[in-house]
Each structure stands twice: as structure tokens, then as C-alpha cells.
């Protein structure tokens, strides 16, 4: 199948009889015969549902369309994105260690890794992603475990080079994750340059009708846990907790996914509600279509913002000349998002009065959906952070992120147009 099939028909396969859409399996829990069943279930022997903090089937159809989509072996749903990043190095790192990450990431992300995953003892780098490969191999100490991403950053729009931090990440013996929230699968498989797993926050374009937070992890299925195992103790020695499992040994390609269900899940319980996997679902059966019109309508407002007097700057991936438009013609042939961030001539007084002036577009703490909506990060979002924070992040007191929806393209420019009018 390829990718505009996956979205609409992944995952769910309906037998004789069967509803066609997929349905909710309202229920925290499943029916066995036996103790016998039940028990092999909680040893792991056999497969099948028990308890729907774990698993549930309506999750894992969703989380297999996904899975589908980006070209993986195994893949699981979170409560949200927030979860599926903190999970995705969770279930590698422990206390005492150590991993890198782009300094350009998302806000929320920065904070987990920055500050809370520091008090659990695990002490993360942040880098600038635009440095040569040979002044980020710097950063590496011996007990690094992973190199952390996002395909495109949010919210700064910068595209991540993916196969210099794949090549980084294997050539020290860890693996690559890339967030592709903004890129989505219908735009960027980062599997395909290098990465080993990928985490989204379904709760943008995937969901794409700001309905439902939700988060997924996919697992390309290619890094070797088992070459390295001195590193990775969790995967290759045996879990106690059930009953001396060894993930790795047990699971082969499908170990690093069966942990982080069978022992995160378990433990922290972050799962998604199968009503909003299946809302999940719905938004993903058009993801291919809205993309395309995202793309295209960020462009003619990207175009528009470029040529106006009163924008001090615009950075937009697929914008001819803009800082990311090479590496967005590489990993992004198709388009990047319908994400973009400009800059108003007049700084931070002039950008309050300008978007306070709109009415298409709204002010949320949200992106990536069909409605055009925008926000201020300094003011809004990256509150938490120091100027310095900021700045080293890339990004400007004066950046507002603009979040182009799939209403008509001269509808979203006018309303722009009567906001400029009035600074
Ligand atoms: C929004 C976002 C997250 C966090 O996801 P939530 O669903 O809000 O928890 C993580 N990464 C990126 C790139 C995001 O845009």
C-alpha cells in the first residue's frame, strides 16, 4: 500500500462481518476461560488483552496504521506527546545516564529533558543541530545512550539534517530518535535516512481537528540492542519483574516496544482512552489530503509575509532562499507543514497589537490543525525560559509561530492584511 492507502485503510482490517469503521473497545478489561490463559498473558507467553492500562485493541489498530505509515515493525500510543518522548527515552536511559539532544526542540520537550528527567538522574546535553558532525561527536561522554531530534522544530521551523545525526548517533553505538510531529509520515519517514525510532504528538496534524491529546512511539525495528548490551541493561539482561525476561533476546525487533508496554505502561500508565485513539483515527484517514493543502497554503502565506514591508523576517522551510530550503528539499520533497515563523518590523508592541487585531486566525496554545491560529512564544509557550534559554534556542523575542490552516488561502492572507493595516 502505498502511504495515501495507509492512512485511510492501515491497521484496521475488518473480517466478515466486522464493522467497517473501526470500533471503540470501551472497556478496561477482557474475558479469559481459564486462570491458566490469564496467567500465560502476565508472563508474556501468550498474546492478548487483559487490562487496558497496557492495551487495547482500538489503540493498536491505530498504533499500526501509524506504524504502517512510517515504515516500523512495532509501535505503541501514548496519553500524549509529552509521554511518548519521555517514554522513548525512558526505556533506554536510567539514572546515571547520559544522552544528547538538538537545543531547538519543543519547549515542553526541552523542560522534560532539561529539568524533570535531570531530577530522576539522567542528565541530558542540548546542541546546536546546525554544527558539523565532528564538533557535535564533542558532546559524547561513555555513558551516553541516545541522540534526540525533531524532524522539523517547533517553533522555530528548522529542519533537522537527518542522516548527519543518524550517522553521529551509530558511529558512537546509540540510536537516533526523531520526533516527526510537524513533518508527519506523509511528508518525512526518517526511518528511511537513519533514524531508529520516531515519537509524535498525535495531537497535531495526526488528529489534525484539535479534538484529542495523544502520543505515539514507533520503533524502526533496526537498531541492534544486542551488540551493545553493556549499554542497554534493560533490553539485554533479564527483567525481574517479569519473571527474567530478556526483552531482546525474547522479542528480537519487537523488544524495545514490548518493554515499553509490558514495564512503562504498566508502571506509569500514560495510556491513550480508546475514544480518542479512535478520534485519532479519524483525523488520520484524511492526513494525506490536509498535508498537501497545509503546505500549500503556508507557502502563499509565506510568499506574502516575504514581500510585505512590515515583516522584518519569515522563515518558512519550503521558501526559496530561506536557511532550511536545502535540507527541506531533501528530506521534504513534498512540502515541510503549514507551520511558519515571521518576525514584525516594531518588535514585541507592534506584535501584540497585530495579533490582537485578527479574526480568521486565532490566538491558542495549539498548532498543526485545519484552523489558522497562531502564537507568541516568548509571551505564551517558552514563558518558562530565560532570554538566554531563548536565544540559544533560536528563538526571537519577536517570533510568532504561525500555524496555517486549510481555509481558503486569500480568506487567511486578507485577514493578515486588515491586522498589518491597523500597526
Ligand atoms: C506538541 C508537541 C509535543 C508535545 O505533545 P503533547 O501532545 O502536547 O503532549 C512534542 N513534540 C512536538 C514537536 C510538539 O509539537
Request: charged share 20%.
Amino acid at each position: 500500500m502505498n502511504t495515501d492507502t495507509k492512512c485511510v485503510q492501515g491497521g484496521w482490517t475488518p473480517h466478515k462481518g466486522e464493522p467497517r469503521q473501526l470500533p471503540v473497545y470501551q472497556s478496561t478489561t477482557f474475558k479469559y476461560d481459564t486462570s491458566e490463559e490469564m496467567g500465560k498473558l502476565f508472563d508474556l507467553e501468550a498474546e492478548g488483552y487483559f487490562y487496558t492500562r497496557l492495551q487495547n485493541p482500538t489503540n493498536d489498530s491505530v498504533a499500526e496504521k501509524i506504524c504502517q505509515l512510517e515504515g516500523g515493525v512495532a509501535a505503541m500510543l501514548t496519553s500524549s506527546g509529552q509521554a511518548a518522548n519521555f517514554f522513548a527515552v525512558f526505556n533506554i536511559c536510567e539514572a546515571g545516564d547520559h544522552f544528547i539532544a538538538s537545543s531547538s526542540i519543543y519547549g515542553g520537550t526541552f523542560n522534560l529533558f532539561g529539568v524533570t528527567m535531570k531530577k530522576m538522574g539522567i542528565e541530558c546535553t542540548f546542541v546546536d543541530q546546525t554544527l558539523p558532525e565532528e564538533e557535535l561527536a564533542k558532546y559524547f561522554k561513555p555513558n551516553t545512550k541516545l541522540v534526540f531530534g525533531e524532524t522539523i522544530t517547533n517553533p522555530t521551523v528548522s529542519v533537522l539534517d537527518i542522516e548527519k545525526f543518524a550517522h553521529l548517533a551509530h558511529s558512537h553505538s546509540v540510536p537516533l530518535i526523531v520526533d516527526n510531529t510537524f513533518a508527519t509520515p506523509v511528508n518525512c519517514r526518517p526511518f528511511e535516512f537513519g533514524a531508529d525510532i520516531v515519537t509524535h504528538s498525535t495531537t497535531k496534524y495526526m488528529d489534525g481537528h484539535a479534538v484529542s491529546v495523544g502520543g505515539c512511539i514507533v520503533d524502526s525495528g533496526n537498531f541492534d540492542w544486542m551488540k551493545y548490551a553493556d549499554k542497554y541493561p534493560g533490553l539485554t539482561t533479564p527483567d525481574d519483574s517479569y519473571h527474567g525476561i530478556t526483552y531482546a533476546e525474547r522479542f528480537g525487533k519487537g523488544a524495545y516496544i514490548t518493554k515499553a508496554t509490558a514495564q512503562l505502561m504498566r508502571d506509569l500508565g500514560s495510556i491513550q482512552s480508546p475514544q480518542n485513539a479512535f478520534y485519532l483515527n479519524i483525523g488520520l484517514e484524511s492526513l494525506h489530503l490536509r498535508m498537501k493543502k497545509h503546505c500549500e497554503n503556508a507557502l502563499a502565506v509565506a510568499k506574502y509575509l516575504k514581500a510585505n514591508p512590515k515583516v522584518a523576517w519569515v522563515n518558512y522551510p519550503d521558501l526559496e532562499g530561506d536557511e532550511n530550503y536545502e535540507l527541506a528539499k531533501k528530506y521534504l520533497p513534498n512540502g515541510s507543514s503549514g507551520v511558519l515563523a515571521f518576525g514584525i518590523k516594531g518588535g514585541r508592541e507592534e506584535s501584540i497589537k497585530f495579533m490582537d487585531s485578527l479574526k480568521l486566525a486565532a490566538i491558542v496554545t495549539h498548532v498543526a490543525d485545519a484552523k489558522t491560529c497562531l502564537l507568541h512564544p516568548a509571551s505564551h509557550t517558552h514563558r518558562q525560559m530565560t532570554d538566554e534559554q531563548l536565544l540559544k534556542a533560536g528563538v526571537a523575542p519577536d517570533l510568532i509561530r504561525l500555524s496555517v490552516g486549510i481555509e481558503d488561502a486569500e480568506d487567511i492572507i486578507a485577514d493578515l492584511q486588515q491586522a498589518f493595516d491597523k500597526i
